[in-house]
C-alpha cells in the first residue's frame, strides 16, 4: 500500500476529491483506496485537472463512508488489468 495524498473534498454524492502526493498516472485509474486504518473507501475513477496541479477523484464503495472518514491521508493499492484475449 502506498501514500496517495490528502483529501480536500467530501462530496455528499459519494466521491472524494483528493490532491495527490505522488505523480499522478492514468494507469492509478481503477485501483482500490483506503484510510489509514486500512479500511477500504472506495476506488480511483478519474483525474482531473491541469498536469502540473492535478485531482484524484475516487467514488466511495457507500455514500454512508462520507459520514464516517476521520483521517484526511488515504492510501492505494494499485489494481492491475487483465488483458482479454482477443481471439
Same mark, same amino acid.
Given at each position: 500500500?502506498?501514500?496517495?495524498? %490528502? &483529501?480536500?473534498? /467530501? !462530496? +455528499?454524492?459519494?466521491?472524494?476529491? %483528493?490532491?495527490?502526493? /505522488?505523480?499522478? #498516472?492514468?494507469d492509478? %485509474?481503477?485501483? +482500490? ?5 486500512? #479500511? +477500504?473507501?472506495?476506488? /480511483?475513477?478519474d483525474i /482531473? !485537472?491541469?498536469?502540473? @496541479?492535478?485531482? &484524484? &477523484? ?5 455514500? @454512508?463512508? *462520507? *459520514?464516517? &472518514? ?12 487483465? +488483458?482479454?484475449?482477443?481471439?
Open positions: 500500500m502506498k501514500k496517495l495524498g %490528502i &483529501i480536500e473534498v /467530501i !462530496g +455528499r454524492e459519494g466521491f472524494l476529491v %483528493i490532491k495527490p502526493s /505522488i505523480g499522478v #498516472r492514468e492509478l %485509474i481503477g485501483s +482500490r483506496v483506503y484510510d489509514s486504518n486500512l #479500511r +477500504r473507501l472506495g476506488k /480511483i475513477v /482531473i !485537472g491541469r498536469v502540473e @496541479d492535478p485531482r &484524484i &477523484i475516487v467514488k466511495l464503495e457507500s455514500k @454512508d463512508l *462520507a *459520514a464516517t &472518514i476521520r483521517d484526511y491521508l488515504v492510501y492505494y493499492e494499485h489494481v492491475r488489468k487483465e +488483458r482479454s484475449k482477443g481471439r
